[in-house]
């Protein structure tokens, strides 16, 4: 306890990292207030049903990442996703497209207009996800909640226009509080704003268990501790997955100017036991709702059944065959192992016993491909813990925070800012954060 505040009063003592904690939370509050405030047009008292609908499934990730806003028809509803996906797709044809290659390899110039670029495809996605969520919205509230088109004369088109644009509006907000803290504040700031939308779900989810569990007069209390002590430890394994990397030794030849020898020294290459991060979840979840396009026919309903069972033996198989299959697709497109070689042949290193150039890319692209196994099997394990606490007891809400995509954006997100946090502290000759060892955290979503 007497390290933390010690640690409290070196942070107040940096103005500059005084200023940035507190822009950064004084522009979360501005998301969250924003979160709760209901489209124009919309009897706040009556969304009830189209909160029970964002519980489960993909709409209820969506709904955590939001921190609630979709399932209470916010103007920020739509939040930050859209300009994630954005920001994948720009990122894959950054692999496979020649001109987004060139654009990755100018510099501050070739960023901009990523960014630029990434911006105008967030607003086409807007564009099409603000009517689709006005659909789902009309489909779940009733009639006398649409208090614009009922009362004020409204057709239902110019309502939802209207509304499509005030999401649009919102999203677009919301992404630019994300790169304001990014460049003023501290951590990153879309990641930070879905980590706390996360986060905002939990007491909600904590106290809805708790009385649950309190109720239940087999052991209650003792279910209650026995759920905290194993969330604790799922924590602590998700710490380790995002920390454990395996470290390629890299000779640098000695280089001789003037008189004097430069070099020669060994160091190492940090190679990432899961390299792709959350991202193979959220493409495994995304490719699992299919099959519930085909629960209106009679012939493929009972399919859609099975595989649509959260809780199902099959359902989890595949989802966990998914995560190891997209988790090596995407250590592959964002691991270049042939690049690795060439940038480590430009500076004079070479791995001994290894030949510099193509043998080298080889050597590199075999020992990913040998840490990525493990990863990827610990990271589908991760991704259906959900499933083995809902079996057990665990209420579907609560459930979400023992693995999934949750788990693992609140670990890295946490690891990220208190890493950043760090490095002033250390810069400014203080203690840092842990007393052995510095933060390793992961580089943004």
């Keep these: ?152 004369g409204w057709s239902n088109f110019a309502f939802n226009l209207v509304s499509t644009i005030i999401l649009m509006a919102g999203s677009m907000f919301v992404m630019w509080l994300g790169e304001r803290i990014t460049d003023r504040g501290i951590g990153n700031g879309i990641s930070l704003i879905i980590m706390i939308g996360i986060v905002a779900r939990l007491p909600y989810a904590l106290t809805a268990e708790i009385g649950e569990k309190m109720t239940t007069t087999n052991g209650g209390l003792l279910l209650l501790i026995v759920e905290l002590v194993v969330l604790f430890l799922v924590f602590v394994a998700a710490i380790a997955l995002v920390q454990a990397v395996r470290r390629v030794p890299v000779q640098y030849a000695k280089r001789v100017v003037g008189n004097r020898q430069y070099g020669g020294v060994r160091q190492y ?94 050597y590199l692209d075999a020992i990913m491909s040998r840490v990525t196994l493990p990863g990827s099997i610990f990271l589908a394990i991760i991704a259906i813990l959900p499933a083995f606490a809902m079996i057990l007891g665990v209420s579907n809400s609560f459930a979400s925070f023992y693995g999934g995509t949750s788990l693992l954006i609140l670990v890295g997100v946490v690891l990220d800012t208190l890493q950043q946090i760090e490095s002033y502290l250390l810069m400014r000759h203080y203690d840092g954060l842990m007393k052995t060892g510095r933060l390793t955290g992961r580089s943004g979503m």
């Design 269 to 362: 290459i940090p190679l990432k036991i899961n390299a792709a991060g959350v991202m193979p979840i959220i493409f495994a979840q995304a490719l699992m709702l299919f099959p519930l396009l085909f629960s209106r026919w009679d012939a493929t309903r009972g399919l859609a059944a099975t595989l649509g069972n959260y809780k199902g033996f099959w359902y989890n198989f595949i989802f966990a065959i998914l995560v190891v299959i997209f988790t090596y697709f995407y250590t592959a497109v964002t691991v270049n192992p042939t690049m690795m070689s060439e940038d480590m042949k430009k500076n004079g290193g070479f791995i001994p016993g290894v030949k510099p150039g193509k043998k080298t890319a080889e």
């Design 1 to 152: 306890m007497k390290k933390f505040i010690e640690t409290i009063k070196n942070i107040y003592k940096i103005e500059e990292l005084r200023k940035r904690i507190g822009y950064t939370l004084l522009l979360i509050l501005v998301y969250r207030l924003g979160c709760f405030i209901v489209l124009p047009g919309i009897d706040a008292t009556l969304l009830a049903g189209l909160q029970s609908s964002t519980q489960e499934g993909l709409v209820g990730l969506l709904n955590m990442f939001s921190g609630g806003a979709f399932g209470n028809a916010s103007i920020f509803a739509l939040g930050v996703m859209p300009y994630i996906s954005a920001s994948i797709v720009i990122q894959l044809l950054g692999m496979f497209v020649p001109y987004f290659r060139k654009l990755q390899m100018e510099g501050e110039s070739g960023r901009r207009k990523i960014n630029q670029l990434t911006r105008y495809l967030t607003i086409l996605i807007l564009a099409i996800q603000g009517p689709a969520y006005m659909a789902q919205v009309h489909n779940q509230l009733p009639p006398s909640a649409f208090v614009a088109v009922g009362q004020m």
